[in-house]
């Protein structure tokens, strides 16, 4: 089969042929229809996020399921599909009590494994990962859900859930921060949007955003205080850096909720935060990672009826040729024109 494939960190990714992937026995392979490129993948390429080399990218994918394990029983060749970017293995009791995101032997797409910039990728514990796509749902729109979209519904609803009405500031216009936007906005939150580039805030106040906040300007911390009368109800830290973390739990008021989202790596992963306004302010925080199979229908529902558009998001679909310079490309500043899509032509 065809699959984007680099063989060393930093080198540009070639498409090229490479053997086919087993398809594990509780497990399925699906033909890949399209599959997003995201920054994440780009921290793997560069080796933030070491992997095995050679390594096929990818984990934000969307396909019919081509081929079905032995121990596979509720899922049919011809099925639909997205799965989570983490993979549960289904036995243990994180899984079978719904949170197979945090998993201790938990699989990924285009990290622990090859992943899905390629005509077929594999996925473990398919009767735990694998989510039906509802008709109205196309291919690209599902590849866009991604991990961006569903951590940012997960950090909003599955910590402190966000009420009609309630701050949500979103520290970080990237894609994951401006699918908070939109998701928040969706959810009848008031959102201020926090960042130092004048076209993602741009973007952020067309996708529902009262207030924007220019951080390169003015305090970010100060500016979202005055405005939302207080403090946020919560939080998100969608950039993931020592400045926007700090920001995002000095901005809440008492009895809010801080939710890191964006990835802290290497020299950044331990950063200083103001844990004497977590105990003065009874403030909560918590961490976001990605969200599990079981709880996409309530995001996919709202996906279907229109009343979420991932779609909006999406700036460019490109062909599986491309895959390789567009990763690579991630090495500049992104703009706030969108994501990018992989559809993946393959035959069969």
């Given amino acids: 089969m065809q699959a984007v494939v680099f063989t060393g960190y930093g080198r540009t990714p070639q498409l090229t042929r490479v053997a086919v992937p087993d398809c594990p026995e509780d497990g399925v392979l699906v033909r890949v229809g399209a599959t997003g490129v995201c920054r994440s993948d780009w921290h793997a390429w560069r080796g933030h996020d070491p992997v095995a080399l050679p390594h096929v990218p ?9 081929q079905i394990g032995p121990a596979v029983t509720g899922w049919e060749v011809g099925d639909r599909v997205t799965a989570p970017f ?35 990728v594999a996925i473990h514990a398919a009767d735990t990962n694998l989510v039906a796509l509802p008709d109205p749902v196309d291919l690209v729109t599902a590849a866009s859900l991604g991990c961006r979209f569903a951590t940012a519904f997960r950090a909003l609803t599955g910590h402190a859930p966000v009420h009609p009405g309630d701050w949500v500031a979103v520290h970080g216009c990237g894609g994951v921060g401006l699918s908070a936007v939109m998701i928040a906005t969706a959810l009848g939150a008031r959102v201020v949007a926090v960042d130092v580039a004048e076209p993602a805030l741009r973007r952020a106040r067309e996708l529902g955003a009262e207030v924007v906040v220019d951080a390169a300007r003015e305090d970010p911390v100060a500016a979202v205080r005055d405005v939302t009368g207080g403090g946020a109800h919560l939080s998100l830290d969608a950039l993931g850096s020592p400045a926007t973390a700090g920001s995002s739990v000095r901005c809440l008021r008492p009895r809010g909720a801080h939710v890191q989202v964006g990835l802290l790596l290497g020299e950044h992963s331990t950063p200083p935060l103001p844990i004497d306004l977590v105990v003065a302010r009874e403030l909560s925080v918590h961490g976001s990672h990605g969200m599990a199979a079981r709880d996409y229908p309530a995001m996919m529902d709202l996906v279907a009826s229109g009343a979420l558009r991932p779609d909006l998001l999406v700036a460019e679909v490109i062909g599986l040729e491309d895959a390789g310079a567009a990763l690579a490309a991630m090495d500049h500043p992104a703009s706030a024109g969108g994501m990018t899509v992989v559809r993946v032509d393959s035959p069969g």
């Avoid at 994180?94 to 992943?115: E, I, K, R, S, Y």
């Fill in 58 to 66: 990818g984990h934000e994918l969307a396909g019919v399921v081509a």
């Fill in 86 to 120: 983490v993979c549960g293995c289904g036995r243990c009791d994180f899984c079978t009590t719904g949170n197979a995101q945090v998993c201790p032997d938990q699989t990924q797409p285009g990290f622990t494994g090859p992943g899905s910039f390629a005509e077929l």
